[in-house]
């Protein structure tokens, strides 16, 4: 049972009606799923989100792919997507992502999973497809939309003065000088008005002039 499946489903992450639909040809594929769990052939994520157990597994599962199936609309951003951009050094281990929806988290068997909402206007923006190989993608932030939405989801954080970003940025953060320099201050600025935000616009302020001092 489980070899065909595992040929009508060629993805290691899939959802419940993919699978009902590889097990139509049995009187009761409720049953099957019950027993394929029980044998850990299949592994359940969260409900109706499951991947191939070790044994059946072609290649590794994608956490990243994963996160955009358990809650949406959402994409991968904020600290997950900025160790991803190589911006800043420590390995994330919680994926992050932000929504449309109400803020969540979920603890399931292959990790944690958290989303925070953001605005309708500000959601669209800087959001790039990242192809895994040719039948697999998830949806990430850009670098700046990371950067944007992990600052703006600090909301203590009071920014008043380049010199006070400049100092969350490098001190608190410890992004990568580099990645601010190739950062695009315009799109920067527009995600600051979507946001409706003065400290993206400081950012983007920011960015701009890092950008004019490397070209002198």
Do not use: C, W
């Not at 201050?185 to 979507?194: D, S």
């Amino acid at each position: 049972m489980i070899e065909e499946l595992r040929k009508k489903i060629p993805g290691e992450e899939f959802d419940y009606q993919s699978l009902l639909d590889g097990l139509k040809e049995y009187s009761r594929p409720r049953d099957k799923i019950t027993k394929l769990l029980r044998q850990k052939a299949i592994i359940r994520v969260k409900k109706g989100i499951y991947i191939f157990g070790e044994r059946y597994a072609q290649r590794l599962f994608s956490r990243e792919i994963l996160a955009n199936m358990i809650y949406g609309p959402s994409y991968l951003s904020l600290d997950y997507a900025l160790h991803f951009h190589g911006l800043i050094p420590e390995r994330i281990e919680t994926v992050t992502s932000v929504t449309l929806g109400r803020s969540r988290r979920f603890s399931t068997p292959v990790g944690l999973f958290t989303y925070r909402q953001i605005p309708i206007k500000a959601y669209h923006i800087g959001i790039d497809l990242v192809e895994l190989d040719q039948d697999r993608h998830f949806l990430m932030a850009i670098p700046e939309k990371a950067l944007a939405d992990k600052i703006q989801s600090e909301r203590r954080l009071k920014l008043r003065s380049q010199a006070g970003l400049r100092e969350f940025l490098l001190t608190n953060l410890r992004i990568d000088p580099g990645g601010l320099v190739n950062m695009n201050a315009q799109t920067l600025a527009q995600i600051a008005a979507g946001y409706e935000s003065r400290k993206l616009n400081l950012l983007s302020d920011f960015v701009k002039r890092l950008g004019e001092k490397v070209e002198v």
